[in-house]
């Protein structure tokens, strides 16, 4: 985590409140251009070999798939002083009614390197803001966003995810799977305004304040997965993926799932839908001067546009 500050601005901390649902934001990387050109190169490296494909009459050496989620959201995360006690949680859905904006896509695929063997990998990300006028107290940080005051508000997150992936069971219908890789996960919040705010010893502060907390942090993740073949051109495809850590500074864990109907209009097109999930718990993360802490997860239906080579 990052909290970072200039000479005008302060910090703020955390307050506990119910459950909403919202929708979400997704806004591109700069790496993924390097990406398409890693996995275009091993695809063209692995040209030459040949095994049966899945489902029978699609290509499965290289796939790769771009779409979208219909999202629901609960959102609660708390920033406090390390030396002090943990602050309690703010719900974002209800207290700041995310989000102002949103929108949302995702990528993922694998490359199929042997009979039984893969390379998974993909990237999500959501992001939303609101600007909202306080009902009540809110501390973040170590300072007090008070009730009447407006307010402004962020909270992403993005996932990198790659891994290993190999088939122990490959019948002709159906291919169960392990998974071991790691998934890159980034997390934002912050709040933002510009007056109504005191400091930690109940004194006003001058000018804006704006305080984020920042989680970048490598997390392993284990995998099982089945693919489900129904017919030459349509299949099934249910995954869960997750871990937890509990390591020096930080304590939490990860699980995404999801399931999905595929069906192949062309040999190398395909289109999917079905639900996923993205679950983060993250009760404990220091940095210098502050602990952040995270309960969030996102679920909904997917939709998605997919290329088989």
């Keep these: 985590m990052h909290t970072a500050s200039d000479p005008n601005r302060q910090s703020s901390a955390a307050s506990h409140y119910g459950n909403r649902r919202s929708t979400a934001l997704h806004h591109p990387s700069a790496g993924l251009g390097r990406v398409f050109g890693i996995l275009a190169l091993l695809m063209m490296v692995g040209a030459g070999t040949a095994w049966a494909d899945f489902p029978g009459d699609v290509p499965d050496r290289f796939k790769i798939q771009a779409g979208g989620v219909d999202a ?29 904006y949103q ?8 490359y199929r390197f042997s009979k039984k063997g893969y390379l998974d990998f993909g990237y999500v990300d959501f992001a939303r803001s609101a ?4 009902d009540e107290d809110i501390q973040w940080g170590e300072y007090t966003f008070q009730a009447d005051g407006q307010v402004t508000v962020d909270f992403g997150t993005a996932f990198w995810y790659a891994a290993y992936r190999h088939d122990f069971l490959q019948l002709e219908q159906v291919h169960i799977s392990g998974s071991a890789g790691f998934s890159y996960l980034e997390l934002t919040s ?3 305004a510009s007056g109504s705010v005191l400091d930690q010893n109940g004194n006003p502060v001058a000018g804006e304040v704006d305080r984020k907390a920042n989680v970048s942090f490598p997390v392993p993740l284990l995998g099982l997965q089945l693919d489900w073949k129904l017919t030459k051109r349509t299949a099934i495809q ?12 930080f304590a939490g864990g990860i699980r995404q ?8 209009p062309a040999r190398h097109f395909g ?35 997919k290329l088989a080579f």
Aim: hydrophobic share 35%.
């Design 131 to 134: 600007q909202t006028i306080l």
């Design 72 to 100: 629901n959201f609960n959102t609660n995360a708390s920033l406090s002083l390390t030396d002090g006690p943990a602050g309690a949680y703010i719900d974002f859905e209800q207290v700041f009614d995310l989000p102002l």
């Design 257 to 264: 799932a999801g399931i999905f109907y595929e069906w192949y």
């Design 190 to 192: 912050g709040l933002n």
């Design 238 to 249: 249910m995954y869960t993926r997750l871990l937890y850590i509990d390591y020096q500074d």
């Design 103 to 110: 929108k949302d896509w995702n990528i993922q695929g694998f």
């Design 271 to 305: 289109i999917g839908g079905g639900w996923s999930s993205y679950q983060i718990n993250i009760s404990r993360y220091e940095t210098g001067d502050y602990t952040a802490r995270f309960d969030y997860d996102v679920n909904g239906l997917e939709l998605y546009l």
